[in-house]
């Protein structure tokens, strides 16, 4: 579901630019919540301290995170750029978790960890033309692979136990708060109406802001993070598969060796057993 997040991306951001797609996206998140919650109804957070680390958790993961990476498409950065860059998050993740989150890793996870990075680039070597890197794009990606790190970090510290469906209402809605300012003083919110705009945004919310990020929380919840950030290196994969099903745009030999260096890496750093210490308790 997140790698076939690109494609609808690449689809909705001809009709509309960065922050009045995500603007649009997130208030039509809340339509399609609004009858769930009134048959469902959700637990609501419990306190102001509940409230606001379910909406700074939303803020980084979908302002921050999608604001970022949108604009760096929009601004020209080129695909294989942007998916390297966002593809470093398990590293940087690892990085953090073991610094100051305690977490142990294995020797063979560390190792996952990088082969599978280097997968990545192999599996997106032909889309990376740093011809196309300007400072302002560099800066949007990079500051979207911080806040997709920080958000997952964050949520799993701050507010671990949260009820999905709360959190998504919640997210949303506070992540449109600070977009469609921006929407109607940087864009003018400027929209040129298609069904392809309107099928990418009922795709994007339905499979990738609900599903795939509840997936994500849910995996987080349960697993280490490094671990289930790990698999954040097959989005990459699964767009090369969709391109390929949808435009017939063929992958390379290049790209099919990388995608065999993925997997490895991915399934070195979920599978390995944690590591303990030969001074360590049995």
């Given amino acids: 579901m997140?790698?076939?997040?690109?494609?609808?991306?690449?689809?909705?951001?001809?009709?509309?630019p960065p922050f009045t797609f995500l603007t649009l996206r997130f208030c039509f998140g809340l339509?399609?919540?609004?009858?769930?919650?009134a048959l469902w109804p959700p637990r609501w957070p419990q306190t102001r301290t509940e409230l606001g680390h379910v909406a700074v958790a939303?803020?980084?993961?979908?302002?921050?995170?999608?604001?970022?990476?949108?604009?760096?498409q929009y601004l020209g950065m080129s695909a294989g750029?942007?998916?390297?860059?966002?593809?470093?998050?398990?590293?940087?993740t690892a990085?953090?978790?073991?610094?100051?989150?305690?977490a142990r890793l294995a020797p063979g996870q560390w190792a996952g960890v990088f082969i599978g990075l280097a997968g990545v680039a192999l599996v997106v070597w032909h889309k990376i033309d740093i011809r196309?890197?300007?400072?302002?794009?560099?800066?949007?990606?990079?500051?979207?692979v911080c806040g997709v790190t920080a958000a997952t970090l964050y949520q799993r510290v701050f507010a671990p136990h949260t009820d999905l469906k709360a959190a998504a209402v919640i997210q949303f809605a506070a992540s449109a708060a600070v977009l469609a300012p921006l929407a109607?003083?940087?864009?003018?919110?400027?929209?040129?109406w298609d069904w392809q705009l309107v099928a990418a945004i009922a795709f994007l919310v339905i499979f990738a802001s609900i599903l795939a990020v509840s997936a994500l929380h849910v995996l987080m919840r349960h697993g280490e993070a490094t671990r289930v950030t790990s698999m954040m290196y097959l989005p990459p994969i699964f767009a090369v598969l969709l391109e390929l099903a949808l435009f017939h745009v063929v992958p390379s030999a290049l790209s099919l060796v990388g995608i065999g260096v993925t997997c490895t890496g991915v399934a070195m750093t979920v599978w390995t057993k944690p590591w303990k210490s030969p001074t360590s308790s049995s």
């Fill in 95 to 102: 990085i953090i978790a073991s610094r100051w989150l305690h």
């Fill in 184 to 192: 109607m003083a940087v864009e003018g919110f400027t929209v040129h």
């Fill in 2 to 16: 997140w790698g076939s997040g690109y494609v609808a991306t690449k689809v909705g951001l001809q009709y509309a």
């Fill in 31 to 37: 339509l399609c919540l609004a009858p769930v919650v």
């Fill in 81 to 92: 750029v942007t998916a390297l860059i966002i593809s470093s998050q398990p590293l940087l």
């Fill in 132 to 144: 196309e890197v300007t400072a302002g794009s560099l800066a949007a990606t990079l500051i979207a």
């Fill in 58 to 72: 939303g803020l980084l993961m979908h302002a921050v995170q999608l604001g970022a990476s949108h604009y760096a």
